[in-house]
C-alpha cells in the first residue's frame, strides 16, 4: 500500500503542532512582560470553542469567505467582551492573534516530516490561512514541499474540495494522496473522496480533559503513536 502513495498531507493545529499548549505558554510569558493578569488558559479554551462554529457559518454560506485569521480575531474580541476583559490596543490584540503563527510543533513533528519527505510529497492541509502555515513552518521548522491551505480552495474542510483540490494541484489520483490527521472526522471526509487514511494519536491536544479522538473509530490505512512511528511504518 506504501508503495501507491506519492503524497501525504497533514492536519496541522492538533496533529503537527501543540496549539493549546503552545498558545498558553507565549500569552503567559508575554503577559507576564506587559503585566496583564490573564487566566490564558480559559481564554484559549473559549477561543478555541469557536472554532467549528465559525467554520460553519462559512461552510453554510451565512458568511462569505473570510479566512481564519480573521475569523479568529473577530472570536478574540468577542472572548474579550464576554469574559469582562477591556479590549487592548490594537498592536497588542494583534500580537495576541497572531499567536497562532507561533506554534511550536510536537517534539516528534518535525523529525518525522524530515524522513517522509525522503520519499513523499508532504505538507499541510489545513483549514489555516496561507500566512499563518508559512509563519508557523518557519517557527517550528517543518519542511513542507508546498503548502495546502484551505484558503486556496475557499473551503474548509471537511469540504470535499479541499481534499480534492489538493490532488487536482499535484495532479494526483485520490488514491496516491493520503490524508493524515489526529481527528477521525477529518480522515472519514478524506476516505469518502478516495484519499488513504493515517491517525496519529494525540491524547494531550485539548489538555488533561480530552475526550475526543482518544482512538482510531475506523480501520484507518495506517494507525501510528506520532509521526516518527508513521514514518517507521512507510520505510523511511
Not at 469582562?84 to 516528534?108: F, Q, T, Y
Request: aromatic share 10%.
Amino acid at each position: 500500500m506504501a508503495s501507491e502513495i506519492k503524497a501525504i498531507v497533514f492536519d496541522t493545529f492538533g496533529t503537527v503542532v501543540d496549539w493549546r499548549g503552545s498558545i498558553i505558554a507565549d500569552l503567559t510569558a508575554w503577559g507576564h512582560e506587559q503585566g496583564l493578569d490573564i487566566d490564558w488558559g480559559a481564554l484559549v479554551d473559549r477561543w478555541r470553542g469557536r472554532y467549528d462554529p465559525q467554520k460553519a457559518r462559512v461552510r453554510s454560506g451565512e458568511l462569505p469567505w473570510t479566512n481564519l485569521d480573521e475569523l479568529h480575531f473577530e472570536a478574540l474580541k468577542s472572548v474579550f467582551e464576554e469574559t469582562g476583559l477591556a479590549l487592548l490596543d490594537e498592536p497588542r490584540m494583534m500580537h495576541i492573534n497572531k499567536v497562532w503563527h507561533r506554534l511550536n510543533g510536537w517534539p516528534d513533528a518535525s523529525v518525522g516530516l524530515f524522513r517522509l519527505k525522503r520519499k513523499f510529497i508532504i505538507g499541510p492541509l489545513s483549514n489555516a490561512n496561507v500566512a499563518i502555515l508559512v509563519n508557523m513552518a518557519k517557527h517550528a521548522n517543518l519542511p513542507w514541499d508546498g503548502i495546502f491551505s484551505c484558503e486556496l480552495f475557499r473551503h474548509y474542510k471537511p469540504d470535499p474540495e479541499t481534499y480534492l483540490g489538493v490532488c487536482k494541484m499535484l495532479y494526483l489520483e485520490p488514491a496516491a494522496v493520503m490524508m493524515c490527521a489526529a481527528h477521525n472526522y477529518d480522515l472519514a471526509a478524506a476516505r469518502k473522496v478516495g484519499l488513504k487514511t493515517a491517525f496519529i494519536l494525540r491524547p494531550a491536544e485539548y489538555g488533561p480533559g480530552q475526550i475526543t479522538d482518544l482512538k482510531a473509530e475506523q480501520d484507518w490505512d495506517f494507525v501510528a503513536d506520532d509521526i516518527e512511528d508513521l514514518a517507521l511504518q512507510l520505510g523511511c
